[in-house]
Each structure stands twice: as C-alpha cells, then as structure tokens.
C-alpha cells in the first residue's frame, strides 16, 4: 500500500518507497503500521492486503528487518533459479509423552 510521505520528501517517506519498490520487484506487496513505539512494522503479502490481513508472509519490526527479509528472498529466488534444492532436515527424534 502506498501512502503519501510528510511534505518534502523526509527520510521515512524515502526508506517506505525504497521498501515498496524492492518488494513490488520480486512480486511482493508490503503494508506498513508506525505504532508510536519508534519501530514501524512493514508486513509483506502475495497479494494486496490490508495490514491486519491473515495472508500475511512475513511481518518485519523495523526497516532493516524488512530489507533482510527482501534480500532473502531476492537471493532464494536466484538459487532456486539456479537449481538449488536445499537438503532435507534429518528427522526429529519422537518427543516421550
């Protein structure tokens, strides 16, 4: 969702449409929600959705979790490009009741 930043372009408004462009590159939709806390929360989706939406993929707490999580999908989309299959976890040992 995209939203108009403060008058004059300030740094929020530039790291928010940063976030939105990488995530519409990799076919993502992004939400954002400023709490008060000083931590904006950016949720990403496969499809339009409002924040509150239950399909949402991931839920970043912070512009630097966000482009984490966006370079992580960039980079599995490349290997998977590639070819690469990761290989399968060893399995759990049964839990005692």
Not at 22 to 40: H, K, M, N
Not at 64 to 85: C, E, I, N, P, S
Request: aromatic content about 12%; cysteine-free; glycine content about 12%.
């Amino acid at each position: 969702m995209s939203r108009p930043g403060p008058p004059g372009g300030g740094v929020v408004s530039t790291v928010k449409n940063t976030i939105e462009a990488r995530a519409a590159a990799l076919g993502l939709y992004v939400a954002y929600w400023s709490p008060g806390d000083g931590a904006t929360r950016y949720r990403f989706f496969a499809s339009p959705s409002a924040y509150s939406a239950a399909d949402g993929l991931y839920t970043a707490i912070g512009s630097k979790d966000a482009f984490t999580f966006l370079a992580g999908v960039a980079t599995g989309r490349q290997l998977a490009a590639l070819g690469y299959r990761p290989l399968p976890l060893p399995a759990r040992p049964p839990v005692a009741p």
